[in-house]
């Protein structure tokens, strides 16, 4: 069997982070059994499909490097296939017209709520052998209801929840067109998946009460029956369910925020699934992994620390170059000139211990780009009187010394012993001098990515 897999959003917003695991999963199902992958966007609600939100999913799919193999599919384009569907169905007698009006539909609800009963269509227009339908109505347009079969179970084996089975008595029949014609979105879902031929269906957990009225439609059509795999949803770190109260709910975000693609990805790929105790691994590894089997059943926490401490180790493992070209944006948006100062690439290498995101390593990297104002009564605090003379002579020996981080670091603690300091009784204020903070990368590197002009310049104008 050839695997077939796809992610189906429904495009009424951006591209969040669970829609993302579910389209990662099903991606990467397909990748492990070389197999096909999918996108088909269900855009079947006019109301709050829009352009825009495609957009946002195609540019989030792009992001992500989850290329479908096949699609993106619309369902708007479909319209005439749901058409024949239908009609078809209505031939072989497993969906039939339905002339309640939605003013009877609306009574018959309410007595029932009334009675205390689960409000439901009653089957007044189904057909059955030796039934007397009533005189169809002039002035109603019928809308199509799917024959749901009347007794026994549906049940599926749910690769994340196991056995499911609901019983068809719970079931009503469901309209699959409405009276004017369009089909409704389970008909919709059913005709592709079968069309598709779509052998693995993974999607959120909010769809387990779809699949038992699909499975039925599914038959009816004489369809296959795919595998179900239900994700279970994502929880913010307090438990709640995953909003925007927590941050970043768009996958767009985690760029803008300073993620990179690489530690998304595993984020999200161990966000429900897992392999042992492995944590950190690339997508091809993922791809050689994946199993439905190892999703968890339950739900899954999302832990921002967590994914602060991924997106570092894959900062620590960038080349230099390549993560000097993923800072420099942050470096321009945060309106630093980035053509006067050290290479972007040495900046980074330095910072990248220091920062878990690209956001905040721009946030660190500013005095390498900007002259810092010094803040005088800190410098006070940390500027002993016997560093005054040493900081100057440092200055001197570092016009001329050869420039590297180990001269530097020669050169400072030399002039520590000569001056009867405590290394820090030099590092501090030399620090603040040069940064206007306290915290930095050891002041050697900092001093040596600063470059020799700008180290000599800085000390002359801010030493008292
Ligand atoms: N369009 C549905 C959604 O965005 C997914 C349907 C499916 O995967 O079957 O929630």
């Known amino acids: 069997m050839t695997i077939r897999s796809r992610f189906?959003?429904?495009?009424?917003?951006?591209?969040?982070?669970?829609?993302?695991?579910?389209?990662?999963?099903?991606?990467?199902?397909?990748?492990?059994?070389?197999?096909?992958?999918?996108?088909?966007?269900?855009?079947?609600?006019?109301?709050r499909?829009?352009?825009?939100?495609?957009?946002?999913?195609?540019?989030?799919?792009?992001?992500?490097?989850?290329?479908?193999?096949e699609g993106?599919?619309?369902q708007m384009r479909r319209m005439a296939r749901y058409k024949e569907a239908i009609d078809t169905m209505l031939a072989a007698g497993s969906a039939y017209h339905c002339y309640m009006s939605a003013a009877e539909l609306d009574r018959l609800r309410e007595a029932q709520r009334a009675r205390g009963d689960k409000p439901r269509y009653d089957g007044t227009?189904?057909?059955?052998?030796?039934?007397?339908?009533?005189?169809?109505?002039?002035?109603?347009?019928?809308?199509?209801?799917?024959?749901?079969?009347?007794?026994?179970?549906?049940?599926?084996?749910?690769?994340?929840?196991?056995?499911?089975?609901?019983a068809n008595m719970e079931l009503d029949d469901l309209v699959i067109a409405r009276a004017d014609g369009t089909p409704t979105y389970n008909f919709c879902v059913c005709v592709d998946d079968w069309d598709m031929k779509i052998t693995h269906v993974i999607r959120g957990d909010d769809h387990v009460n779809n699949t038992p009225r699909q499975i039925n439609i599914l038959q009816a059509l004489g369809a296959e029956v795919p595998v179900y795999a239900h994700l279970s949803m994502i929880l913010g770190d307090d438990g709640q369910k995953l909003s925007k109260r927590h941050g970043a709910v768009s996958v767009m975000e985690y760029p803008a925020n300073g993620y990179v693609r690489d530690a998304v990805l595993n984020y999200?790929?161990?966000?429900?699934?897992?392999?042992?105790?492995?944590?950190v691994f690339s997508m091809a590894q993922f791809c050689e992994w994946f199993d439905l089997d190892h999703i968890t059943p339950s739900a899954a926490?999302?832990?921002?620390?967590?994914?602060?401490?991924?997106?570092?180790?894959?900062?620590?493992k960038m080349d230099g170059e390549a993560l000097g070209a993923a800072l420099a944006p942050f470096l321009l948006q945060a309106g630093l000139d980035v053509t006067h100062g050290p290479p972007v690439a040495k900046v980074a290498e330095l910072l990248r211990d220091r920062a878990p995101t690209l956001v905040e390593m721009a946030a660190q990297a500013h005095y390498f780009y900007q002259r810092p104002m010094i803040d005088l009564a800190l410098l006070a605090q940390h500027l002993v009187a016997p560093a005054t003379p040493a900081i100057r002579s440092l200055a001197e020996q570092l016009k001329s010394i050869s420039w590297s981080k180990a001269d530097i670091s020669v050169a400072i603690k030399a002039e520590v012993s000569q001056a009867g300091l405590k290394m820090p009784q030099l590092m501090m204020p030399l620090r603040v001098l040069l940064t206007g903070q306290t915290q930095t990368p050891g002041v050697d590197a900092v001093i040596d990515v600063l470059g020799r002009d700008e180290v000599i310049a800085r000390l002359a104008a801010n030493l008292p």
Not at 307 to 316: A, C, F, P, S, V
């Open 8 to 47: 189906a959003p429904s495009p009424t917003g951006y591209l969040h982070i669970g829609g993302a695991r579910t389209a990662l999963y099903a991606w990467a199902f397909a990748r492990r059994y070389g197999g096909t992958f999918i996108l088909r966007i269900e855009d079947t609600d006019v109301e």
């Open 49 to 69: 499909s829009t352009p825009e939100a495609v957009q946002a999913i195609l540019d989030g799919m792009q992001w992500l490097g989850l290329t479908p193999d």
């Open 268 to 279: 999200l790929a161990r966000l429900g699934w897992s392999h042992g105790d492995d944590e």
């Open 301 to 316: 926490q999302f832990n921002t620390e967590k994914l602060n401490w991924l997106n570092q180790e894959y900062l620590k």
């Open 125 to 166: 227009w189904r057909p059955e052998p030796g039934k007397i339908l009533p005189p169809i109505p002039a002035d109603v347009q019928p809308v199509v209801r799917f024959r749901n079969p009347e007794g026994g179970m549906v049940a599926w084996v749910d690769a994340v929840k196991g056995r499911i089975e609901i």
């Open 72 to 74: 993106p599919f619309y």
